[in-house]
Structure formats: structure tokens, C-alpha cells
Nanobody, 127 residues
């Protein structure tokens, strides 16, 4: 079983930056593709970003392209989400998710196929 623990959320002013971290355990980290999602109050969960097993491929949701960067450190079993130029509409609970080696990358890019989820970390962007 894979455990995912997010950290790094908090309150930030519009235009500011935050870096989220997600520490994984329970499986060899390089065998997991990773993703970030978010859910704002009263809204459906939204795909934010994905990174492939080795880190060579990344993909972003349209609303965060050019502002957010996903990365991973396989030696630290951690995936990151660097968020720059934050906007009030980025306010949400951010979730880390993982998928095993059999997952389809194109499905993962579409927000599908993730097997494991963290508890989430709240990001609040004030105007």
C-alpha cells in the first residue's frame, strides 16, 4: 500500500509563491507516476499536473500552465509542486496522487488512473 503525505500549504497573497511537497512510502518511488489535483469549495476536483515515473515527462492543466511546475526527487521519494504567480482562484485543497507502473501516461494526463491519494493540503490565496 502506498502512503502519500502532502505538506507546504498555507496562506499567501496574490502574486506570491508556494511549494507543495508530497512524500511517498510503501513502494519504490520510481515505480510511481505522480500527479497533483485540487478541489475548491463547491467545485469538482481538477487535474493540476502530472509527472512520469522517471520524471522525463510532465503535463499541466490549462489553468496552471506557465505558473506551476511539477518535479520529483526519486532519492527523497518526494514530488513537488512549485506554484508561482498565485491567484485567488488557485485557492483549494491540493491533493497528491500516485499510479503504478501499469498506468497509461495519456490517461494520467487526463486525470484518470490514479490509485493512491493523499489527505490534501489547503492553499489559500488572498486578493
Amino acid at each position: 500500500q502506498v502512503q502519500l503525505v502532502e505538506s507546504g500549504g498555507g496562506l499567501v497573497q496574490a502574486g506570491g509563491s508556494l511549494r507543495l511537497s508530497c512524500a511517498a512510502s510503501g513502494r519504490t518511488f520510481s515505480s510511481l507516476a505522480m500527479g497533483w489535483f485540487r478541489q475548491a469549495p463547491g467545485k469538482e476536483r481538477e487535474f493540476v499536473a502530472a509527472i512520469s515515473w522517471g520524471g522525463g515527462r510532465t503535463y499541466y492543466g490549462d489553468s496552471v500552465k506557465g505558473r506551476f511546475t511539477i518535479s520529483r526527487d526519486n532519492a527523497r521519494n518526494t514530488v513537488y509542486l512549485q506554484m508561482n504567480s498565485l491567484k485567488p482562484e488557485d485557492t483549494a485543497v491540493y491533493y497528491c496522487a500516485a499510479a503504478g507502473q501499469s498506468a497509461n501516461w495519456y490517461a494520467l494526463r487526463g486525470g484518470e488512473g490514479y490509485d493512491y491519494w493523499g489527505q490534501g493540503t489547503l492553499v489559500t490565496v488572498s486578493s
